[in-house]
């Protein structure tokens, strides 16, 4: 949680997309974003780093999220379902996103990272 917002993330494997003999594994991830505090707050921005076990790195950096810049009063909460397309089995996500307060100050909340692994993989 940071600046009273918390973020909270679901990852999947989607089997029927992915081609692993292509080296295509393709992940969805729904993402919960709550408004703990006192006061309204806006997402304007994302940045996320997502890492598979090659280490090639992806760096995305954009305006909102699925096309949207959810505003949160207090107690209020956004989720919203995106995904990401891997060239090996797993990988890691980690990023942040940019909030606007009410009383326009910026500020970044960190997404923790989280791994990207079919279920067959978990040993």
């Known amino acids: 949680m940071t600046h009273d917002i918390r973020v909270s993330v679901k990852p999947a494997y989607i089997a029927q997309q992915s081609q692993p003999a292509e080296h295509r594994f393709v992940y969805a991830y729904t993402i919960t974003i709550e408004n703990g505090g006192d006061s309204a707050a806006q997402l304007i921005g994302r940045h996320w780093v997502i890492c598979d076990e090659a280490e090639k790195k992806q760096e995305i950096r954009g305006i909102g999220v699925v096309g949207e810049q959810p505003y949160l009063p207090p107690g209020q909460q956004f989720t919203y379902t995106s995904g ?35 279920p067959h993989a978990i040993h």
Request: avoid cysteine; charged fraction near 20%; aromatic fraction near 8%.
């Open 84 to 118: 990401v397309i891997l060239d090996t089995q797993t990988g890691i996500m980690e990023g942040s996103y940019q909030m606007k307060a009410d009383d326009g100050k910026l500020f970044d909340v960190t997404i923790p990272a989280f791994a990207l692994v079919p």
